[in-house]
């Protein structure tokens, strides 16, 4: 839904509760004037930190802050605040070459009680938009503990040799570009969502969840000839009991070695069986789906083997799979 509208009828509601309809109405030019000053003032930037400090990894724990990394253009670290906040909304402090970012708790309350109609809206507001900016001069790794907020990584440069991101129901985003990263670590208690690109040159990826997965391919991931070099050597998903679908659709492998546990739900596979050699353990409690482009089935509880053999490919790609029930598409 668009911001501006969810907004506008969350101020309408509020003058609902202290007015009459009729004054709802006639305060509707007030409000419309009032949603656009409020959201350029909680889209406002404001330096909260600049220093140079010896650094070689990031600590950062937030409740419904997003934070966004980007590379720094000096050799000094930056934090810029994205909206109207005060600075007792974080800790920060540098101990041993960490370097830690803390979101207060009063930073995720808001108290209408003691503000005016004004300030509520803009907290209000704040809340959706809550951001903070790092920018970092160095190679770091990263450790993020989210609730709602998400992880942004927009510059591969900053990356070190791992990142570990802990969070209820934030959303990661990675550079989508070849990276140099021995381990990604991503646990969430909501849905997971990742693109194949933003896996590209990470070792290790290891991903828990008590929501959905879904993994996927876009039509320009494949931007660079030896692409198969930068392929995750293991990626493993684990899927608790809650959770109902693991979905992966790709048109290039996901991983030398994919192991996919999700025994109380469905996993969904739409890989490139016919452009790469693929060898597939599979389990399932309710039977095992094969369709191939002529939707012709068959159903069976376990498969070992390979649909397909490319002689012209040398590498094979290892798929494991333990779920309630699977199914198997050609991409």
């Known amino acids: ?67 966004e990394i980007r590379k720094s253009n000096s050799d000094k670290i930056k934090i810029v605040q994205v909206g109207s906040y005060t600075d007792k909304t974080l800790t920060i402090e540098n101990k041993d070459k960490v370097f830690s970012i803390k979101e207060n708790d009063e930073s995720q309350h808001l108290n209408v009680q003691v503000q005016g109609f004004g300030d ?44 570990v991101f802990n969070t209820n129901q934030g959303e990661l985003s990675l550079p989508k570009e070849v990276k140099h990263l021995e381990k990604l670590r ?4 909501g849905d997971i969502n990742l693109k194949t690109s933003e896996l590209l040159g990470i070792n290790n990826v290891e991903v828990s969840t008590q929501g959905n997965v879904y993994v996927e391919s876009l039509p320009n ?21 809650y959770s109902r679908m693991v979905y992966v659709e790709s048109s290039i492998p996901i991983s030398k070695n994919l192991n996919i546990e999700n025994k109380t739900g469905e996993v969904y596979l739409n890989l490139p069986i016919d452009n790469y050699n693929m060898n ?9 789906n094969f369709k191939d482009k002529d939707n012709n089935s068959s159903n069976m509880n376990k498969f070992e083997g390979s649909l397909n053999e490319i002689k012209d490919k040398n590498v094979t790609y290892n798929v494991t799979v333990d779920s309630n029930t699977i199914d198997i598409n050609k991409n």
Do not use: W
């Open 280 to 288: 597939f353990n599979l389990n399932s409690l309710h039977g095992i």
């Open 221 to 241: 991931d494949i931007f660079i000839e030896d692409l198969e070099n930068f392929i995750p050597e293991s990626v493993n998903i684990i899927a608790d009991r």
């Open 186 to 189: 991503l646990s969430s208690i």
């Open 1 to 67: 839904m668009n911001k501006k509208v969810t907004i506008f009828a969350v101020i309408l509601i509020a003058i609902g509760i202290v007015g009459t309809i009729s004054s709802s109405i006639s305060a509707v030019p007030f409000a419309t004037n009032y949603i656009n000053k409020t959201i350029k003032k909680a889209n406002e930037e404001v330096e909260i930190y600049e220093k140079k400090v010896d650094i070689n990894k990031l600590d950062i724990d937030t409740k419904n802050m997003s934070v």
């Open 120 to 163: 509520a809206v803009l907290s209000m507001i704040n809340l959706g938009n809550n951001k903070i900016i790092i920018y970092v001069p160095n190679n770091v790794d990263i450790q993020a503990d989210t609730k709602t907020g998400s992880l942004i990584v927009r510059d591969k440069h900053i990356l070190s040799s791992q990142i």
